[in-house]
């Protein structure tokens, strides 16, 4: 590669608040992905974005570059319309699970590349090796097989989408540059876009369990998603939901799945069933499908369940396994007769990844049966002695610091009062 720049002055230029022009975009992303330029000026780069932040025009042609690094996959073989979902991530958050079959039973294809946590938040494809057999990594041509055969696909991707993105994810894990706007949004945008969905629904979590906890950040980052989609061709649109409270009554990966079979048999916590069905109706209309049937019938119909069950089966899951259990559980129970006022997300989620069910570390093994049962949610009237949590865990030394986590998790209030929540559906922002 030609040295065309050098990475100290592009580090210079953004440290001293300056614009990148497209070809040093181009160049910085280019030599990174390639070695040329070093971790440790990336990493300067990068906190001078996060310091100084960057243009429109500099995100849109840093995530164009990120895309560029890498392949670009396209369904156009298929007969029907390729819509995904993107969740920024939460406690509880299960929701993929079911939805990419209910969009498929209502007529979608769901080519979704999913990811594993990191962190207090969960991530899909832990959840789903919960399912003894399941498999995260197929070929490009598996993924096509599964997506005709099945409506929709969840799998990881391959090395060869965005491979910039890999590295650089990487080394914004540790060097305190992950809550960069722009650089969530090319990070995200530049794998959907990569992915070959042409419409794309996202979920921007906000509240004390989410990436964004200000409800005024997740919405510019929502905005900086949505316009990064459009200009790339994706019809996309956003959604900013609550993650105050954690979502449905389980957080952990085979806790998950038991509660996502819930809802696809019709059953379930009455946040998730609606936030799926919210979901699966923006992604419809999003992809401009008319729907076989309404999402809620699909649900209730078992058509879901057989899309799930197909989908589960393509990728070698055994759908009528036992999933795993966690060797040894403990309760936490309430200390007074009262109303349960609120319940903190991001202490559920730290405690859920205390008890094995996320990793510290990459490439670090989680433990499937691990995590937390939720028995109350705010607004529930509790007694003394009434089960709040389940903590699961196949150590018993875990459960010391996933209780020291929970302990000021909840509150009981003795006058009836409930603590002031975020609407589940707190804003819609198109393209
Ligand atoms: N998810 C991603 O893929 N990238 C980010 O930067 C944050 C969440």
């Given at each position: 590669?030609?040295?065309?720049?050098?990475?100290?002055?592009i580090?210079?230029?953004?440290?001293?608040?300056?614009?990148?022009?497209?070809?040093?975009?181009?160049?910085?992303?280019?030599?990174?992905?390639?070695?040329?330029?070093?971790?440790?000026?990336?990493s300067?780069?990068?906190m001078?974005?996060?310091?100084?932040?960057?243009?429109?025009?500099?995100?849109?042609?840093?995530?164009?570059?990120?895309?560029?690094?890498?392949?670009?996959?396209?369904?156009?073989?298929?007969?029907?319309?390729?819509?995904?979902?993107?969740?920024?991530?939460?406690?509880?958050?299960?929701?993929?699970?079911?939805?990419?079959?209910?969009?498929?039973?209502?007529?979608?294809?769901?080519?979704?590349?999913?990811?594993?946590?990191?962190?207090?938040?969960?991530?899909?494809?832990?959840?789903?090796?919960?399912?003894?057999?399941?498999?995260?990594?197929?070929?490009?041509?598996?993924?096509?097989?599964?997506?005709?055969?099945?409506?929709?696909?969840?799998?990881?991707?391959?090395?060869?989408?965005?491979?910039?993105?890999k590295?650089?994810?990487?080394?914004?894990?540790?060097?305190?540059?992950?809550?960069a706007?722009?650089?969530i949004?090319?990070?995200?945008?530049?794998?959907?876009?990569?992915?070959?969905?042409?419409?794309?629904?996202?979920?921007?979590?906000?509240?004390?369990?989410?990436?964004?906890?200000?409800?005024?950040?997740?919405?510019?980052?929502?905005?900086?998603?949505?316009?990064?989609?459009?200009?790339?061709?994706?019809?996309?649109?956003?959604?900013?939901?609550?993650?105050?409270?954690?979502?449905?009554?389980?957080?952990?990966?085979?806790?998950?799945?038991?509660?996502?079979?819930?809802?696809?048999?019709?059953?379930?916590?009455?946040?998730?069933?609606e936030?799926?069905?919210v979901?699966?109706?923006?992604?419809?209309?999003?992809?401009?499908?008319?729907?076989?049937?309404?999402?809620?019938?699909?649900?209730?119909?078992?058509?879901?369940?057989?899309?799930?069950?197909?989908?589960?089966?393509a990728?070698?899951g055994?759908?009528?396994?036992?999933?795993?259990?966690a060797?040894?559980?403990?309760?936490?129970?309430?200390?007074?007769?009262?109303?349960?006022?609120?319940?903190?997300?991001?202490?559920?989620?730290?405690?859920?990844?205390?008890?094995?069910?996320?990793?510290?570390?990459?490439?670090?093994?989680?433990?499937?049966?691990?995590?937390?049962?939720?028995?109350?949610?705010?607004?529930?009237?509790?007694?003394?002695?009434?089960l709040?949590?389940?903590?699961?865990?196949?150590?018993?030394?875990?459960?010391?610091?996933?209780?020291?986590?929970?302990?000021?998790?909840?509150?009981?209030s003795?006058?009836?009062?409930?603590?002031?929540?975020?609407?589940?559906?707190?804003?819609?922002?198109?393209g």
């Amino acid at each position: 590669m030609s040295e065309a720049f050098d990475a100290v002055e592009i580090i210079g230029a953004k440290r001293d608040k300056k614009e990148l022009s497209d070809p040093q975009i181009d160049w910085i992303i280019n030599a990174y992905t390639k070695g040329v330029v070093a971790d440790e000026q990336m990493s300067a780069l990068l906190m001078a974005i996060l310091l100084n932040g960057m243009n429109s025009r500099e995100i849109s042609r840093w995530t164009d570059a990120m895309i560029a690094s890498g392949e670009r996959m396209e369904w156009s073989m298929l007969d029907r319309k390729t819509v995904d979902k993107h969740s920024t991530g939460g406690v509880g958050d299960k929701i993929t699970l079911p939805l990419a079959p209910l969009v498929a039973a209502c007529g979608g294809a769901v080519p979704q590349l999913s990811g594993r946590g990191l962190g207090h938040t969960g991530g899909t494809l832990d959840k789903l090796e919960s399912i003894p057999g399941w498999r995260a990594s197929l070929t490009n041509a598996e993924m096509l097989e599964v997506l005709k055969s099945c409506g929709a696909v969840i799998c990881a991707a391959g090395a060869g989408l965005a491979p910039a993105d890999k590295k650089l994810y990487a080394l914004r894990d540790v060097t305190g540059t992950v809550q960069a706007i722009p650089l969530i949004a090319s990070s995200i945008m530049s794998k959907k876009i990569a992915e070959g969905t042409s419409a794309l629904v996202l979920d921007v979590k906000t509240g004390s369990g989410a990436f964004m906890s200000d409800p005024k950040k997740a919405s510019e980052l929502a905005r900086v998603m949505v316009d990064l989609g459009t200009r790339a061709g994706v019809k996309t649109r956003a959604l900013v939901t609550a993650m105050d409270v954690p979502l449905g009554l389980t957080a952990g990966n085979a806790l998950e799945v038991r509660e996502t079979i819930e809802v696809l048999a019709g059953g379930g916590p009455s946040d998730v069933v609606e936030l799926t069905l919210v979901l699966a109706r923006e992604m419809l209309d999003a992809a401009g499908i008319k729907p076989l049937m309404d999402p809620a019938d699909a649900l209730k119909n078992g058509a879901a369940m057989d899309s799930w069950k197909a989908m589960i089966r393509a990728q070698g899951g055994d759908v009528d396994a036992k999933l795993p259990v966690a060797k040894e559980n403990i309760s936490i129970v309430a200390d007074k007769d009262g109303t349960l006022s609120s319940m903190d997300a991001m202490s559920v989620g730290i405690a859920a990844w205390r008890l094995g069910a996320g990793r510290s570390k990459q490439g670090e093994k989680v433990s499937f049966g691990a995590g937390i049962e939720i028995h109350a949610k705010p607004g529930a009237q509790v007694k003394k002695g009434d089960l709040i949590y389940t903590l699961h865990a196949d150590e018993s030394d875990r459960f010391a610091r996933a209780e020291s986590a929970l302990e000021n998790s909840f509150v009981i209030s003795q006058d009836g009062s409930v603590a002031d929540r975020l609407p589940l559906i707190i804003e819609k922002i198109e393209g």
